[in-house]
């Protein structure tokens, strides 16, 4: 893995607590924890994916197969580190059961790429049944690896869905003993009573659990849950409004939790705020693609957001590597 960065301590503690045990989660060549790496026609998860690029930045082309490939290609073209690490957008499912998507959409991603996350506006409440059969499928991680399933929080009544969810995939898990393939991944515009309401019920799980944020969010509410926050999600629109002081704004009409019609951030601002977590999260650039924007374009969004992401992530979540160790996590590919 990426250690100290994007380790995932809630699927750590809970590999521990199933008797699993750790294994290394990264491509590196040497693990600095000398720990076990699998190896053979699989991919990886979310411990380990320092960073990792939604892909519906880029208009959906062909089939999910196809699409991946694509990605990847338009991301090598401008030398995006960690090219072959895609976040799955599930509005791109098409005619395709959520089987046959995620299959065929990580089929290029076996033998040295990375799916953390699969992004969904699935509510915890009104499409439990989805989220259930998503988490029931057979993903092609390695063993012991997890991707996460990103849902969405509302209320009181998906906070009481999710809370059977994860009561479930943890009574599966240790009827097994073995990790869970997927793994739910929260985010909403909850209070912090209604996170703590999360907490209560959950009991000990709650160690477990896995939170996004994105520069909308409210940090102060968060604070006291920072250790339960695994993925930072950096938001982009056009290549022209992304600026060389860290000001991003969004366009008219681009969705986003939280953000509101043309919201703007700062990246150095945001990063910092998250500075103090003890465990670095998962970095996630997205921001979708609007109808009309060619392939040109957005790789030309992507690649002008590169140098301030470096920039301002190695200044603050990855301030404690050394400048080696940072070279060598920006100059993988997943």
Same mark, same amino acid.
């Given at each position: 893995? %990426?250690?100290?960065?994007? =380790?995932?301590?809630?699927? /750590?503690?809970?590999?521990?607590?199933?008797?699993?045990?750790?294994?290394?989660?990264?491509?590196? &060549? @040497?693990?600095?924890?000398?720990? #076990?790496?699998?190896?053979?026609?699989?991919?990886?998860? $979310?411990?380990?994916?320092?960073?990792?690029?939604?892909?519906?930045?880029?208009?959906?082309?062909?089939?999910?197969?196809? @699409?991946?490939?694509?990605?990847?290609?338009?991301?090598? =073209?401008?030398?995006?580190?960690?090219?072959?690490?895609? +976040?799955?957008?599930?509005?791109?499912?098409?005619?395709?059961?959520? *089987?046959?998507?995620?299959? !065929?959409?990580?089929?290029?991603?076996?033998?040295?790429?990375?799916?953390?996350?699969?992004?969904?506006?699935?509510?915890?409440?009104?499409?439990?049944?989805?989220? *259930?059969?998503?988490?029931?499928? !057979?993903?092609?991680?390695? +063993?012991?690896?997890?991707?996460?399933?990103?849902?969405?929080?509302?209320?009181?009544?998906? $906070?009481?869905?999710?809370?059977?969810?994860?009561?479930?995939?943890?009574?599966?898990?240790?009827?097994?003993?073995?990790?869970?393939?997927?793994?739910?991944?929260?985010?909403?515009?909850?209070?912090?009573?209604?996170?703590?309401?999360?907490? &209560? #019920?959950?009991?000990?799980?709650?160690?477990?659990?896995? $939170?996004?944020?994105?520069?909308?969010?409210?940090?102060?509410?968060?604070?006291?849950?920072? /250790?339960?926050?695994?993925?930072?999600?950096?938001?982009?629109?056009?290549?022209?409004?992304? @600026?060389? !002081?860290?000001?991003?704004?969004?366009?008219?009409?681009?969705?986003?939790?939280?953000? &509101?019609?043309?919201?703007?951030?700062?990246?150095?601002?945001?990063?910092?705020?998250?500075?103090?977590?003890?465990?670095?999260?998962?970095?996630?650039?997205?921001?979708?693609?609007?109808?009309?924007?060619? %392939? !040109?374009? /957005?790789? @030309?969004?992507?690649?002008?957001?590169?140098?301030?992401?470096?920039?301002?992530?190695?200044?603050?979540?990855?301030? =404690?590597?050394?400048?080696?160790?940072? &070279?060598?996590?920006?100059?993988?590919?997943?």
């Amino acid at each position: 893995m %990426v250690c100290t960065i994007a =380790e995932n301590a809630p699927l /750590n503690r809970l590999s521990l607590d199933l008797g699993v045990g750790l294994q290394c989660h990264s491509l590196r &060549k @040497h693990c600095v924890k000398a720990l #076990e790496r699998r190896e053979g026609d699989f991919f990886m998860g $979310i411990p380990g994916a320092a960073l990792g690029y939604c892909q519906a930045l880029f208009q959906r082309s062909g089939n999910a197969y196809e @699409h991946t490939i694509n990605v990847a290609r338009y991301l090598s =073209e401008i030398n995006a580190p960690w090219s072959r690490s895609h +976040e799955m957008f599930l509005g791109y499912q098409g005619n395709q059961s959520v *089987e046959e998507f995620v299959r !065929d959409g990580t089929s290029s991603l076996r033998s040295g790429g990375r799916m953390p996350i699969l992004i969904t506006g699935l509510n915890a409440c009104t499409d439990k049944a989805t989220i *259930e059969d998503i988490t029931s499928i !057979d993903l092609g991680v390695f +063993e012991g690896e997890t991707s996460l399933v990103r849902f969405v929080l509302d209320g009181k009544d998906s $906070i009481d869905a999710t809370v059977g969810i994860i009561s479930k995939l943890v009574q599966d898990a240790e009827a097994s003993q073995q990790m869970p393939k997927w793994w739910p991944l929260l985010q909403g515009n909850l209070d912090i009573k209604e996170w703590q309401y999360l907490q &209560k #019920e959950l009991g000990s799980l709650w160690n477990y659990i896995n $939170i996004a944020v994105n520069p909308y969010a409210d940090i102060s509410v968060y604070e006291s849950i920072l /250790n339960q926050v695994t993925v930072a999600q950096v938001a982009i629109g056009d290549a022209a409004n992304i @600026h060389q !002081d860290g000001t991003i704004i969004l366009p008219e009409g681009m969705v986003l939790t939280g953000a &509101k019609p043309s919201a703007s951030y700062n990246i150095y601002d945001y990063f910092q705020s998250l500075s103090s977590m003890k465990d670095a999260p998962t970095v996630i650039v997205l921001g979708p693609s609007m109808p009309g924007w060619s %392939v !040109d374009q /957005n790789k @030309h969004r992507i690649s002008k957001l590169i140098p301030l992401l470096k920039d301002s992530v190695s200044n603050t979540l990855w301030s =404690e590597l050394s400048g080696d160790a940072r &070279k060598e996590v920006w100059s993988l590919v997943a």
